[in-house]
């Protein structure tokens, strides 16, 4: 497909296929679905096909048409940097092409400057953080709905799904750089999928600097803190940080640590503790991203694997 500024008329022109007629998306600014320091997303719905249904006829997706959306837009204060991150961002998630595990780019809307907006699928039941927080009680007390109750299986399951996802990524040469709980998505059949793509780089575009408050340090690989050293082990790292929210049913890691001390502390050999009621082959998967070295963390391919495994046998 065409993501590259093409010629209209013998005229470039920065308009591409993606592009959804601003006519065609209805924006619901009341319906705030999530905000941090550089992005708003809103609610919105999407009147007619979004253009991945035209321009990927032989690939099996989805097809998006007549339907809800998560609209994502800049700040009207967004500096120099973040509007480059959001170009960025876009950019990435045309070129990556579909994964089940990944949440879709529908569209965008290239206005002047800050206008632009990236309108991405909508995922009903918000981000993965706040999932398994809201269902901290149903898994201690199984609840009489069996479709939205939490069992371990849906653990194992979004582990599953999150390791398929960053395999994916690995092997395209993407380093993500922001995995976490707060950046996966899940839909109303429970299928989670990676939101958020702000941060992510491909492997060779050296090296990268620190932009004040904007580094997720407890998420962070001890060299990346140490030495701004990202590799797709960093993000195995980051994983395993993930697996710690997830089978804590969201706690918040190192909650009595303040990030200054974070280096000093791994860097003693210490790590975050096995959550309460997590199976002890789970939290030895966690200890294996976490290991000093990074050659001696695993692949994404063998963490999809031991889940796969894992998911066999559970009931
Ligand atoms: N919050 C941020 N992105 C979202 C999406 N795509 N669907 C639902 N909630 C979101």
Redesign the pocket.
């Known amino acids: 497909y065409i993501d590259q500024p093409g010629t209209i008329n013998n005229e470039t022109c920065t308009r591409d296929a993606w592009e959804v007629a601003s006519g065609q998306l209805i924006i619901n600014d009341h319906e705030k679905?999530?905000s941090g320091a550089f992005c708003v997303?809103f609610?919105g719905r999407l009147e007619g096909k979004a253009p991945v249904c035209k321009i990927q006829p032989g690939v099996v997706t989805q097809c998006f048409e007549n339907c809800e959306?998560?609209v994502?837009k800049l700040p009207e204060y967004a500096d120099s940097s973040a509007k480059e991150d959001f170009v960025q961002e876009i950019d990435f998630m045309k070129r990556i092409g579909y994964h089940p595990h990944l949440?879709s780019i529908l569209g965008c809307i290239i206005g002047p400057h800050l206008d632009s907006c990236l309108i991405?699928?909508?995922?009903?039941?918000?981000?993965l953080l706040k999932y398994i927080r809201k269902r901290r009680l149903e898994i201690v007390e199984p609840v009489v709905d069996e479709e939205t109750a939490l069992r371990f299986k849906d653990l194992l399951s979004f582990a599953w799904q999150i390791s398929d996802a960053m395999d994916f990524l690995s092997s395209k040469g993407y380093i993500h750089r922001d995995v976490a709980a707060r950046n996966v998505?899940v839909?109303e059949r429970k299928v989670a999928?990676i939101?958020?793509f702000g941060l992510c780089r491909l492997m060779d575009s050296t090296t990268y600097t620190t932009r004040g408050g904007r580094l997720p340090i407890k998420w962070m690989a001890l060299e990346s803190l140490q030495d701004y050293e990202y590799t797709t082990k960093s993000d195995v790292w980051s994983f395993g940080v993930l697996l710690y929210e997830l089978f804590s049913l969201g706690a918040a890691p190192y909650s009595w640590l303040q990030p200054v001390d974070m280096i000093a502390y791994l860097r003693s050999g210490k790590r975050l503790d096995k959550p309460e009621h997590c199976a002890d082959n789970v939290y030895s998967i966690m200890q294996e991203c976490w290991k000093d070295k990074p050659d001696e963390r695993p692949f994404f391919s063998d963490l999809k694997m031991e889940f796969s495994t894992l998911l066999s046998c559970a009931t």
Do not use: P, T
């Not at 991405?120 to 981000?127: F, H, S």
């Open positions: 679905l999530g997303v609610k959306v998560a994502k949440i991405i699928e909508y995922c009903c039941n918000g981000d998505l839909n999928k939101g958020d």
